[in-house]
T-cell receptor, first 117, second 118 residues
Framework: AQKVTQAQTEISVVEKEDVTLDCVYE???????LFWYKQPPSGELVFLIR??????QNEISGRYSWNFQKSTSSFNFTITASQVVDSAVYFC??????????????FGPGTRLSVLP | GAVVSQHPSRVICKSGTSVKIECRSL??????MFWYRQFPKQSLMLMAT?????????EQGVEKDKFLINHASLTLSTLTVTSAHPEDSSFYIC??????????????FGEGSWLTVV
């Protein structure tokens, strides 16, 4: 069965600091997708990234970067020069490929990030 | 703009009444929609998978008679919480994938609905 672990329940940083949110996953499938979502206090899920299991290239998007390492089953997310607006709960999620794409969409427990001014 | 819309975004109902939440795909036909529930400070948990024209598939521990799901068209799925109780107060969010969904298809989430049962 698939599983997503986010060991950090809450993180507090001061504005402009860099912060890395950890995500470790478990799956028996060789084809799967990994996601990061941001959930601000309003509740909606803001899509950040999707990465398939065959693409281990790290990705950078502005202040955001992701490090995908299959060898350690990790998909960590780094925010550089954090800002107060980055304060939110961040979820890592896993979806296994197959006919029911999405049915096996499993979320991690989330990491609550607080960026202090 | 949003491609999956939920309504209402917030609802307060009295204990014992039923409340319906709608999930609409705006720009695509959704063969499959998913309903999640999120209790305060917890993660999202899949409640059920809704396939157009057929009965929903519920996750273990989710009461199908309490959480009625209807997916009558390719753009609309509804979740009805029947005989709501305060413990049903939660954030409900739907997601949808487009027709022909298979590996690699994008999933879109609705904005979510806050339900408070008083």
């Amino acid at each position: 069965a698939q599983k997503v672990t986010q060991a950090q329940t809450e993180i507090s940083v001061v504005e402009k600091e860099d912060v890395t949110l950890d995500c470790v996953y478990e799956t028996r499938d060789t084809t799967y997708y990994l996601f990061w979502y941001k959930q601000p206090p309003s509740g909606e899920l803001v899509f950040l990234i999707r990465r398939n299991s065959f693409d281990e290239q790290n990705e950078i998007s502005g202040r955001y970067s992701w490090n995908f390492q299959k060898s350690t089953s990790s998909f960590n997310f780094t925010i550089t020069a954090s800002q107060v607006v980055d304060s939110a709960v961040y979820f890592c999620a896993l979806s296994e490929a197959g006919d029911n794409y999405g049915q096996n969409f499993v979320f991690g427990p989330g990491t609550r990030l607080s960026v202090l001014p | 703009g949003a491609v999956v819309s939920q309504h209402p975004s917030r609802v307060i109902c009295k204990s014992g009444t039923s409340v319906k939440i709608e999930c609409r795909s705006l720009d695509f036909q959704a063969t499959t929609m998913f309903w999640y529930r999120q209790f305060p400070k917890q993660s999202l948990m899949l409640m059920a998978t809704s396939n157009e024209g057929s009965k929903a598939t519920y996750e273990q521990g989710v009461e199908k008679d309490k959480f009625l799901i209807n997916h009558a068209s390719l753009t609309l799925s509804t979740l009805t919480v029947t005989s709501a109780h305060p413990e049903d107060s939660s954030f409900y969010i739907c997601s949808a994938t487009n027709i022909g969904g298979g590996s690699g298809n994008t999933i879109y989430f609705g904005e979510g609905s806050w339900l408070t049962v008083v």
